[in-house]
């Protein structure tokens, strides 16, 4: 009994210490717990106007928030860098002006030349003989002239060959004097090309009607026939002495140019000047007319119209 008095009395201890233990560690708890605690003061990031690119300045209706920015070399950017570097440089960018050039070499010119000496060259080979008649009748005078004449007259391909190759040299010489003495530069130098060719058809053909009508309406046909002839021998001696001339002037510039020029105006000249006294001397022998009157019917026919033609083109083209 005695016994079991002491084992119920250790029991009782053990608990009584075992809820004694207990309370104190859940005390212990509980003031932790019921320790005031300290409010944590949550700071509100606060928005500024700082981007980290330059490239938010281009975009002014977008909005800009703050990035934290992260403290690693990847990707931290150097706002030094992208302002003030010129390559980088986004909102000052630097312009550097620009000219186009543009080679206007002579090429077109140089193939229709080639053209026209190959034009001349198979004219020439073709039609020697003519050629060597035609320099005859022009520069000697002598009493086989009329049957010279008469075969030239007879050949009438080769004298229209050469009557185109006239308008062509010719026109490209007008052409390039033009150009030279810059005139009409609102049109290009093909279109002013096909307008003295157009321009020289038509003086030509308007003075071959107008000589025919004279000699028919005077009845004077031989005389009117032979200074006809004497007009387009003379023009087309006047394309082929041209030549030199008109490749210089095409090809070169400054000094060479302007004395390629110059020689060609002297040449035209004086080749005028010779027909209008082969002219007298052939018409002198069959109407016996004075000099007054030859002279009269020069101002009248042919210096007039050229100086009033002279006249409309340089107001026309200036």
Same mark, same amino acid.
């Given at each position: 009994?005695?016994?079991?008095?002491?084992?119920?009395?250790?029991?009782?201890?053990?608990?009584?210490?075992?809820?004694?233990?207990?309370?104190?560690?859940?005390?212990?708890?509980?003031?932790?717990?019921?320790?005031?605690?300290?409010?944590?003061?949550?700071?509100?990031?606060?928005?500024?106007?700082?981007?980290?690119?330059?490239?938010?300045?281009?975009?002014?209706?977008?909005?800009?928030?703050?990035?934290?920015?992260?403290?690693?070399?990847?990707?931290?950017?150097?706002?030094?860098?992208?302002?003030?570097?010129?390559?980088?440089?986004?909102?000052?960018?630097?312009?550097?002006?620009?000219?186009?050039?543009?080679?206007?070499?002579?090429?077109? +010119?140089?193939?229709? #030349?080639?053209?026209?000496?190959?034009?001349?060259?198979? *004219?020439?080979?073709?039609? =020697? &003989? %003519?050629? $060597?008649?035609?320099?005859?009748?022009?520069?000697?005078?002598?009493?086989?002239?009329?049957?010279?004449?008469?075969?030239?007259?007879?050949?009438?391909?080769?004298?229209?060959?050469?009557?185109?190759?006239?308008?062509?040299?010719?026109?490209?010489?007008?052409?390039?004097?033009?150009?030279?003495?810059?005139?009409?530069?609102?049109?290009?130098?093909?279109?002013?090309?096909?307008?003295?060719?157009?321009?020289?058809?038509?003086?030509?053909?308007?003075?071959?009607?107008?000589?025919?009508?004279?000699?028919?309406?005077?009845?004077?046909?031989?005389?009117?026939?032979?200074?006809?002839?004497?007009?387009?021998?003379?023009?087309?001696?006047?394309?082929?002495?041209?030549?030199?001339?008109?490749?210089?002037?095409?090809?070169?510039?400054? +000094?060479?140019?302007? #004395?390629?020029?110059?020689?060609?105006?002297?040449?035209? *000249?004086?080749?005028?000047? =010779? &027909? %209008?006294? $082969?002219?007298?001397?052939?018409?002198?022998?069959?109407?016996?007319?004075?000099?007054?009157?030859?002279?009269?019917?020069?101002?009248?026919?042919?210096?007039?119209?050229?100086?009033?033609?002279?006249?409309?083109?340089?107001?026309?083209?200036?």
């Amino acid at each position: 009994m005695l016994k079991y008095l002491i084992w119920t009395g250790l029991f009782l201890s053990g608990q009584q210490l075992m809820a004694q233990a207990t309370g104190d560690s859940l005390g212990s708890f509980d003031t932790v717990i019921r320790e005031p605690v300290k409010k944590r003061v949550i700071r509100k990031p606060v928005r500024t106007n700082i981007s980290i690119s330059p490239v938010n300045s281009l975009l002014p209706n977008t909005r800009r928030d703050t990035i934290p920015v992260v403290n690693h070399s990847f990707w931290h950017v150097d706002s030094f860098l992208y302002t003030k570097h010129p390559f980088f440089s986004f909102s000052k960018p630097i312009r550097y002006p620009v000219s186009i050039r543009q080679w206007q070499g002579k090429e077109v +010119t140089f193939y229709a #030349l080639i053209g026209l000496l190959i034009f001349f060259a198979l *004219i020439k080979n073709g039609f =020697y &003989r %003519y050629i $060597l008649d035609l320099l005859k009748v022009f520069f000697r005078t002598t009493v086989r002239q009329r049957q010279l004449k008469d075969q030239l007259t007879q050949s009438p391909l080769p004298s229209l060959l050469l009557n185109i190759f006239f308008l062509l040299s010719v026109g490209m010489f007008l052409a390039l004097l033009l150009t030279y003495f810059k005139l009409g530069l609102q049109y290009n130098f093909w279109m002013l090309f096909l307008y003295c060719v157009a321009g020289l058809l038509i003086i030509y053909s308007i003075k071959f009607i107008v000589l025919k009508f004279i000699g028919w309406a005077l009845e004077i046909p031989d005389a009117t026939e032979v200074y006809i002839f004497v007009v387009f021998t003379t023009n087309k001696i006047m394309g082929i002495a041209l030549l030199p001339f008109l490749i210089v002037l095409a090809l070169t510039y400054g +000094t060479v140019s302007q #004395l390629a020029s110059t020689a060609g105006i002297g040449v035209i *000249i004086g080749l005028f000047a =010779y &027909r %209008y006294f $082969l002219s007298y001397i052939s018409i002198h022998r069959q109407l016996k007319i004075s000099f007054f009157h030859f002279l009269v019917y020069l101002c009248a026919f042919e210096i007039a119209p050229v100086l009033l033609i002279n006249k409309l083109l340089f107001t026309f083209l200036t």
